[in-house]
C-alpha cells in the first residue's frame, strides 16, 4: 500500500491588518490540522498574516517588524509543516512570499513572478516580482510553491516540472465574480495538462470591503481532475491525501458548485455580513420603500446579521401608495426585524417653507423629487449615529450606472449589497430568496419599479425597459464595447446614445457613492476609475 502525504487546505476568513488574530487562527488551524486530520502540512491562502488585499499597509515602516514578530509566535507550533502567505523583504525590495514553516524554522521561500495589475488588483504598487522556482521536500514528496497569478501564466508551472516537483501547492487570495469558480478550473486544469503535475489550490473566504472571497478550494490532478472540492462561503479545514507512489490525490468529497444565483446571495450575504462584523457596528438600518430592492437588501440584511440586529424605516411620503405601505409591513413582520413608519411630509413642509423664496418663480422639477429623498437619508443618517447602527443604501447597479439616484438622500450610508447588482438580476435574486422561504410579496416582484417621489411615477417613464438597459450597461461597462459596437448588436442608436452619456456624466456621483459587493467581472468602484471632468463622447 502506498504511503500518503496528508494535507490539509485550510481556507479561512482573515482580516486585513490584524495580523495578531490572523497569527492566532494559523496557530489554532495548524493544530488542529495536525491533531485531528493527522495532517502532515496545512496550506493557507495568499498574504495569510496580512490579509488581502493589505493595500496601502505595506507602506507602513512597521509591516515587516510585525510580519517577523508572528513568525517568532509560530515558532511554537511542531510536529505540522505551515505553507502561507506574507509580505517580506527580498533581494530587491519588498515580495509578496510563500514560506514553509517547519518545526519553528522557515525552510523554504517563494516570491509570487507575476503581479496582477487590472481590475481590482495593483500589486505592481507595492512589490517586486521573483524569478525563480522554490521546490522543498515533504515525506519524499518533492513540492512546488506558487501564488495566485502565478498559475495564470504557463512558465511558473513550467519552472516546477522541470526543478523536479511532483506537486505545486497555490495559494491564493482569488475574488469572487459569478462566473469565477468555472475561470478557475478552466486555468489550473491548463496547467496541469501542459507541466502534468497535480495542483493544490488553496482560496480565501470571507469578506473584504467591496471584495467577497468564495473560497472553493481544490486539489486537481495532473489529468486536469478534481480530486476533492471545498465547500463555498464558509472557512474549513479540508483534508487531501497525495498518494506518493502514484503521484496523485485521493479521490475525496467534491462539493457542489452552487447555482447562480445561490452563490450570487450567498456573496451579497457575505459581503454585508463581514463589512458590519468585522467594522464593529452593532447592526443596520435601512430604508424598506415597498420596492423590490430595499426587499430584497432587508433580506440580505437578515440572512447575515439575524433579525435582531436590523431595524427597517418607511418613510412615506404623499406618493407612497397603499401597496407600498402594505407590502412594507408584510416584509418586516415575516422576518421579524425591528420596524417602524416615520412620515416625511413634515420636514419636507418646513425645508419647502424655508426655501420658498429661492424656489420663487420656478416649476417643479427633479429638485423637489431629490429634496424628498434627502429628508429620509437625514432620518437614517440620525438613527445610525444614536444607536450605532450601519445605513445600508438600497440602490442597484443599474440605477448607479445611469445616476438614478440622489446624493445626499438614497445614496447616504455606509454600504450597499446590490451595488454591483443589475435591476433584472434584483428580480432574479428576490425570486430565488423565495425559493428558500417567502420574504418579498410577489405583488412587489411583479409591480412596475417606481420611485415613487411623483404622482403615477414608474422608472420607465425616465429609462428604457430594465432588460435593454442592463446588456446596454453590460456591454460597455464590462465587456468595454464602444457605442457603434453596441448599436450593431440590435440596440437603437438613440437610445444607447442616451444611455452611454448617462453613464459617463454620472461619474461624480458613482465617485462619492459607498462600497458595495463585487459580484461581476467589472463593478463600480476599484475596477473602474473614469476621470470625472472629461470630455470624451460616445462615438466609434
Known sequence: ?????????AQLNLKVGDIDGNTTQVIESAEAARDQHQADMVVFPELTLCGYPPEDLLLRPSMVLRIEQALSKLSAVKGIDLVMGL???????????????????????????????????????????????????????????????DLWYPEPAQQARDAGADLILSLNAS???????????????????????????????????????????????GNGQVAVQSDYFCEGLYLTRFDQQEKTFVQEDIAELPGLHERVYKALVTGVRDYVNKN?????????????????????????????????????????SNMSLEDAQEEADILGVDYSVMPIEPMFDAFMGTLSAQFENTQKDTTEENLQSRCRGVMLMAISNKKGYMVLTTGN??????????????????????????????????????????????????????????????????????DELDRIIEMYVEEDKSAEAIIESGFDRDTVYRVLRLIDVNEFKRRQAVVGVRITPRGFGRDRRYPITNGWRPGI
Do not use: W
Request: net charge neutral; hydrophobic share 40%.
Open 175 to 221: 475574488p469572487f465574480h459569478k462566473d469565477k469558480q468555472n475561470i478557475r478550473y478552466e486555468t489550473v486544469r491548463s496547467r496541469c495538462q501542459e507541466s502534468g503535475l497535480p495542483v493544490l489550490y488553496v482560496n480565501l473566504s470571507g469578506g473584504q470591503d467591496e471584495l467577497v472571497f468564495d473560497g472553493g478550494s481544490f486539489a486537481m490532478n
Open 87 to 149: 509580505p517580506a523583504i527580498g533581494a530587491h525590495g519588498l515580495e509578496n512570499q510563500a514560506v514553509v514553516i517547519r518545526d519553528g524554522q522557515v525552510i523554504a521561500r517563494y516570491a509570487k513572478q507575476y503581479l496582477p495589475n487590472y481590475q481590482v488588483f495593483d500589486e505592481k504598487r507595492y512589490f517586486v516580482p521573483g524569478r525563480q522556482a522554490c521546490v522543498f521536500e515533504c515525506k519524499g514528496v518533492k513540492l512546488a510553491l506558487t501564488v495566485c497569478e
Open 397 to 466: 447597479k443599474s440605477e448607479m450606472a445611469v445616476g438614478y439616484a440622489t446624493l445626499y438622500g438614497d445614496m447616504c450610508g455606509g454600504y450597499n449589497a446590490l451595488k454591483d447588482v443589475p435591476k433584472t438580476l434584483v428580480f432574479a435574486l428576490s425570486e430565488y430568496r423565495n425559493t428558500l422561504g417567502y420574504v418579498i410579496p410577489q405583488r412587489v416582484i411583479d409591480r412596475p419599479p417606481s420611485a415613487e417621489l411623483a404622482p403615477d411615477q414608474v422608472d420607465e417613464d425616465s429609462l428604457p425597459p430594465y
Open 280 to 320: 464593529g457596528f452593532k447592526g443596520v438600518v435601512l430604508g424598506l420603500s415597498g420596492g423590490i430592492d430595499s426587499a430584497l437588501t432587508l433580506a440580505i440584511a437578515t440572512d447575515a446579521l439575524g433579525a435582531e440586529r436590523v431595524q427597517a424605516v418607511m418613510m412615506p411620503f404623499r406618493y407612497t
Open 1 to 9: 500500500m502506498s504511503a500518503k502525504l496528508n494535507i490539509v487546505m
